[in-house]
């Protein structure tokens, strides 16, 4: 119907990232337009509704390719599996009310920038599109779609604070307005006439539209009501829960599009204006007191806490430092690692305190606006959710094609016959059309949405929401669930349970302690007293419910008259803690925590520096214990450490390294770095913890056990703690044994090593670097087929393997169970290893860290109440994970719902369809035999489907999570 888009001038938009798409040029072409809407006007409309469904034919039909540069219409096309089109049409930006002359460039947009490229058009206009709510600017450069709308990547740590350290001025800040569009995350709620009419031009109601009017012209009126009414209700009841979640989207983005901020102005000072004039490279100021942040910046000077729950899921402050400026040549996300986002302010969370530098002020750098903040693109997530593959809809879809196919070949044959016999030429296409309303059941689209829609509601009385109901049948299809473990399997709060000194190169006895019995005074007392990020908001300590549990044991209280501390000629934002009125008695007046390096879930730790009053400074560092043993010098880890760890990791409890060092005179904190500050560290001891399993969660696993549905941990804790604490839950059998799979990439080379032991046995078996791995692959399935073995690893271990052994990871996959110390990258892909394995996946976690597995998996169930669960399909109002198999029941009994219906409805079709065309053959009329057949039709296929019929989401069968008959029935459809 048109040329072929590979032959065109093409580029790749979004390079690499998740959204990348393929971009084509056209141009439209003035007789080609006037073609089409001659077709659509004699073809009453059928043309333009079938481009509605189908843009790449609209643009085909009415365009010409040509480069990007010189189209005015161009075709997008996913790089997925789905490889979905989408039509936008080229706009033009006028900058010539900013820019008077080409000669203001270099006074208003730096050389290197997108704003400057694209404005070496003479007639100061710039070539835009939007897609998916962002704006994209053609570079006369390099020829392509740049996005805007963020500050540059290449950017120095140094550059960023002389570049754009004393604010924008009015005229570039009125440029980047302009290009960049304003910051606002605007979703306006859908009006009901759109919802209504983007719902009925769906190609199955429109079909179901001209069934209905040719059932009236023949007089069949009952039927064609009774259809009316049923798709009138489905069509009410999916506009009505559209209409919901736009409104409550709306409410989600609202309160952050008009936010009054301070700018400070190159030259002019600072000013106070809205925040939907903030553009990249803004310098702001943060006031003292709670604020919501309308965009993602850099903090360039003092320090923030904030609340990330509306990206975590977990109401707990976290500290901002601000960036260092690094005098390098690399961009700054490389300089800053995976650590980079301790300096990162998002749009939407909630600023709670702030400490400002030697001049008491907080600044920090607009970084991004709009809808590419970490809010947008959590909003476009939901607007534009991924396309999901699901079998049932594919095959449905498959079959309707054979039906139509059949209907087309009877429509012939009607022709045939009712021509020769001489019939009237409007009787004649009444019946031929008539035989595709038999053959194609136009009531299957509504049938198959009331059906969703009551499970949706039956959910919701048992406290689970649902945001994506057409995930609703994948859920009867789940065959493997990944669990986080913190707050989902077990407990959120922890019990101090032990605390194990070293003195040098030895671990002392255990100190075992109740509540009312205090610690002995030493360094490991005092790292307990200092290390932490906990905070005083409005009269209660807050923060992470591990620091709270070990700042509480102390006794220690934290000063609100916290403040500004003078260190050398610098005046330095600090916290102080004093022995509170239960303390034990210790001549210490307080401590004073000067500097704070946050935890790191990358680096697996956090640390301090901190000040005795009238003492020598001193830095504390708290983690991982294996992380934080590798940052002591090697004469204070006792010899026995790995054996110490083994033991207590295996009983379950959770395990905290604690380190420490004095800090040289005449050194300034903020003038270290994390490296510098994190070595030659003398080990202290181990702080043990107790993370109780939650009463629901042994019945839950066991449950999913004899439903043939496999559990999976995926947890950032230690893999000793997280093997334990399988095993009580019951993912692994008592008598199972454990093998962990360790992976190490060789020094110097781009080779790596895999060993792998019996946890039990603690026997070592060492593979090198499986160039011949035979015997490898040999055993990993002779352990998946026998199922009495289990694999664990944790995430550096899986890293390697995904990078140079991708042919053994899924076969390790087949029969892991464990997964430690993974990242939240690392989780989601893990989630997407297993779908490639054809495995249906739920993802179950509170929210914190598990937002993107939580996204990609097939059923992803946040336990939080947060605004992030917004990000997962499917929230439970009570935080257990006794929602998943409610979830999998529901979801079974809508999927066998809509399959039974299916059945019920294309059986009846076709059951009719072969008796009309008997009928014609031997009647050469239709008459009133069509009823007679219609009720024929109607008690045949009652006998064949189901016996339950229509009512199998009721089913006792289907409702039975270990009904073994049933499961296996579901998961092979």
């Not at 600044?363 to 079998?391: C, E, H, W």
């Not at 008539?434 to 689209?445: G, R």
């Not at 002591?632 to 790995?642: G, H, K, Q």
């Not at 039974?900 to 369809?913: E, G, N, P, R, V």
Request: proline share 4%; charged share 20%.
């Amino acid at each position: 119907m048109g040329d072929n888009p590979a032959n065109n001038h093409s580029a790749q938009l979004n390079q690499g990232e998740e959204n990348e798409m393929e971009i084509f040029g056209y141009k439209t072409q003035g007789c080609r337009k006037a073609l089409c809407i001659a077709g659509y006007i004699l073809s009453c409309g059928a043309l333009l509704l079938l481009f509605y469904w189908k843009p790449e034919w609209d643009v085909w039909a009415n365009c010409v390719p040509c480069s990007l540069e010189e189209a005015d219409i161009v075709l997008l096309r996913t790089t997925d599996e789905f490889r979905i089109y989408s039509r936008k049409n080229v706009t033009w930006i006028s900058v010539s009310g900013i820019i008077k002359s080409r000669s203001d460039y270099p006074s208003i947009a730096e050389e290197d920038s997108i704003f400057s490229k694209a404005l070496m058009k003479p007639s100061l206009q710039v070539k835009c599109i939007q897609v998916q709510k962002i704006r994209y600017v053609w570079d006369i450069y390099s020829k392509q779609f740049q996005k805007v709308g963020a500050l540059e990547d290449h950017h120095t740590c140094s550059a960023i604070h002389t570049k754009f350290g004393s604010g924008l001025t009015c005229s570039e800040q009125s440029l980047r307005r302009v290009i960049c569009g304003p910051n606002t995350i605007d979703v306006p709620v859908i009006p009901i006439w759109k919802l209504l009419i983007k719902e009925v031009l769906n190609p199955f109601y429109v079909f179901q539209l001209f069934s209905v009017c040719l059932w009236f012209a023949e007089d069949y009126i009952e039927y064609a009501a009774a259809i009316i009414i049923m798709s009138l209700l489905s069509i009410s009841l999916t506009v009505y829960d559209l209409r919901e979640q736009s409104v409550k989207l709306q409410r989600l983005v609202e309160s952050h599009n008009n936010i009054t901020v301070t700018v400070c102005r190159n030259k002019e000072g600072f000013q106070e204006l809205e925040s939907h004039h903030l553009v990249p490279g803004d310098m702001i100021v943060l006031k003292e007191g709670k604020a919501l942040l309308p965009c993602d910046a850099i903090l360039i000077s003092g320090q923030c806490i904030v609340n990330e729950s509306m990206l975590t899921g977990e109401s707990i402050p976290v500290t901002k430092t601000h960036l260092p400026q690094a005098d390098n040549l690399k961009p700054w996300r490389v300089h800053c690692a995976e650590d980079y986002k301790k300096h990162v302010l998002f749009c939407g969370t909630e600023v709670i305190q702030t400490k400002g530098d030697d001049r008491g002020v907080v600044k920090a750098v607009v970084l991004q606006t709009g809808f590419n903040t970490a809010k947008g693109d959590l909003v476009r997530s939901i607007l534009y959710p991924k396309p999901m593959n699901f079998r049932l809809y594919r095959d449905a879809l498959r079959f309707l094609m054979c039906l139509i196919a059949f209907a087309t070949i009877g429509m012939i044959y009607t022709v045939c016959v009712f021509a020769l016999n001489g019939e009237e030429a409007g009787e004649v296409v009444k019946k031929a059309l008539d035989v595709i309303t038999i053959a194609v059941p136009p009531a299957l689209p509504a049938a198959l949405t009331t059906g969703i829609i009551y499970t949706q509601r039956r959910l919701k009385k048992k406290g689970i929401f649902c945001i994506s109901p057409q995930r609703i049948n994948m859920c009867g299809q789940l065959n493997l669930i990944c669990f986080d473990k913190t707050g989902t399997l077990t407990e959120d709060g922890l019990d101090l349970w032990g605390l194990l000194p070293s003195k040098g190169n030895c671990f002392q006895d255990v100190h075992r302690f109740p509540a009312d019995h205090s610690l002995p005074w030493g360094p490991m007392f005092r790292a307990m007293v200092v290390c932490h990020s906990l905070i005083v908001l409005e009269g209660k300590i807050q923060g992470d419910p591990l620091d709270m549990k070990m700042f509480e044991a102390t006794n220690w209280v934290i000063d609100d008259s916290s403040g500004h501390q003078t260190e050398g000629q610098r005046s330095t934002c600090a916290t102080v803690v004093r022995p509170g009125p239960k303390a034990s008695s210790a001549s210490v007046e307080g401590f004073t925590i000067l500097h704070q390096f946050p935890f790191s879930s990358t680096l697996q730790r956090m640390s301090v520096i901190a000040q005795e009053t009238g003492r020598e400074k001193q830095i504390f560092t708290k983690g991982a214990p294996e992380m934080v043993a590798m940052l002591c010098r090697a004469e204070t880890v006792p010899l026995n450490f790995e054996s110490k760890l083994l033991f207590y990791t295996a009983q379950g409890f959770r395990v905290i390294g604690l380190a420490y060092k004095s800090l040289q005179s005449g050194k300034q904190s903020t003038d270290l770095t994390r490296e510098e500050v994190e070595s030659d560290l003398t080990f202290l001891g181990l702080l043990i913890m107790e993370n109780r399993l939650k009463r629901e969660t042994k019945p839950v696993l066991e449950e999913l056990s004899a439903a043939h549905i496999r559990s999976v941990m995926v947890t950032g804790d230690n893999i000793q703690t997280a093997v334990t604490v399988a095993k009580n839950a019951g993912m692994i059998s008592p008598t199972n044994r454990v093998i962990l799979v360790e992976a190490n990439k060789i020094p110097g080379s781009f080779s790596a090593s895999v060993t792998w032991k019996s946890l039990e046995e603690n026997k070592t078996e060492d593979y090198g670097n499986l160039d011949s791995d035979s015997q490898t692959e040999r055993r990993i399935r002779l352990a998946a087929e026998s199922g009495q073995y289990h694999f664990a690893m944790n995430g550096k271990s899986y890293q390697i393997v995904a990078q140079y052994f991708s042919h053994l990871l899924p076969k390790l996959l087949l029969n892991a169970t464990v997964f430690a110390r993974m990242s939240p990258g690392q989780k989601s892909s893990l989630v997407e290893e297993f779908q490639k394995l054809d495995y249906f996946v739920g993802m179950c976690g509170d929210g914190a860290n598990d937002c993107g597995a939580l996204k990609v998996a097939h059923a992803g169930i946040s336990l939080s109440e947060q605004e992030a669960s917004v990000a997962s399909p499917f929230t439970s109002r009570t935080p257990s994970i006794a929602c998943v198999p409610e979830l999998i029941r529901e979801g079974r009994a809508a999927l066998v719902t809509s399959f039974c219906m299916f059945k019920y409805m294309a059986l009846y079709s076709t059951i009719q369809y072969v008796g009309v065309l008997l009928l014609y053959w031997q009647l050469n009329s239709f008459g009133n035999y069509q009823f007679l057949f219609q009720d024929l039709a109607i008690t045949t296929v009652i006998g064949m489907t189901n016996p339950e019929g229509i009512h199998c989401m009721e089913s006792s069968s289907y409702l039975k999570l270990c009904n073994q008959e049933a499961g296996e029935a579901i998961c092979k459809w």
